[in-house]
């Protein structure tokens, strides 16, 4: 599970919901990874008098788990998850992101979870065919 949090962003670009959508329908297939759905972005209006100061979230959930996005357009900040059951290139995904955004800092994050999961479901696939393929020919 990778976590970037992305400072002084460009205002324009994380407060465009075109711009944003099409980050979320872009970023699967660069990471090498597959969308279940097209993703959902919600704008979320400045609200008078309200610490809510408008921006955006937003996910698409993939096969191999999923991306969100939420933005501060105020701030120039937006925060971005990945969690896939899949290796990716974190560098790739920052970099694009970085640059996509206009950002100038990122403040990477990186959670190991199911750790115990992974050890019997690994992720390469062929491993992990080997043992389903096993563990299928004891149930018959």
Not at 46 to 58: C, E
Not at 69 to 83: K, L
Not at 90 to 118: H, P, Q, S
């Amino acid at each position: 599970h990778l976590t970037l949090d992305l400072y002084e962003c460009d205002k324009k670009k994380i407060d465009d919901y075109d711009y944003v959508y099409k980050i979320l329908d872009e970023m699967p297939e660069m990471l090498g990874m597959h969308k279940f759905s097209a993703p959902q972005l919600t704008k979320i209006p400045v609200q008078p008098n309200s610490f809510d100061k408008g921006g955006m979230t937003g996910f698409v959930i993939l096969v191999e788990s999923h991306i969100a996005i939420h933005t501060f357009p105020s701030d120039e900040f937006a925060s971005f998850d990945i969690f896939s059951c899949k290796y990716f290139s974190e560098d790739n995904a920052t970099k694009y992101l970085m640059e996509k955004l206009g950002a100038k800092r990122v403040e990477l994050n990186r959670l190991e979870r199911g750790r115990d999961f992974v050890k019997h479901y690994p992720r390469n696939v062929q491993k992990a065919a080997v043992i389903a393929k096993k563990e299928r020919s004891l149930a018959h």
